[in-house]
């Protein structure tokens, strides 16, 4: 899978992500660190990546219509710390790629549930 990790995930999470086998690249990395949402999706738009991130205002369909992109993740955990967060996106990893492709479609993840939009 081809990733866009958000700067709201932790940074180790790529390296984890790459770990698995996937190629991931950083808001960070490519300096849109504060950006605009816009700015964040256009990006991932750009590179036909998967977003993966924490800010549910990316999950509004209206604003970034899932068609448009390579997929959107949004993952809302009770429970926020890096070392959570971390550990809880690398274990829903597998049920999150049971729903590939992405193309098109914004995931909301939590510990209990995958919702999927189109």
Do not use: W
């Amino acid at each position: 899978m081809h990733i866009k990790l958000d700067e709201n995930l932790p940074a180790e999470l790529a390296d984890d992500l790459r770990a698995l086998g996937h190629e991931v690249d950083t808001v960070v990395a490519e300096g849109l660190t504060g950006g605009a949402d816009a700015q964040v999706a256009a990006a991932a738009q750009r590179g036909a990546r998967c977003l993966f991130t924490l800010d549910k205002g990316l999950g509004d369909v209206r604003r970034f219509p899932p068609r448009k992109y390579a997929g959107i993740v949004v993952f809302r955990f009770s429970q926020r710390g890096r070392g959570n967060v971390r550990k809880t996106v690398r274990a829903l990893l597998p049920s999150v790629e049971k729903r590939a492709p992405l193309d098109g479609r914004l995931l909301v993840v939590s510990e209990a549930s995958i919702r999927v939009k189109k």
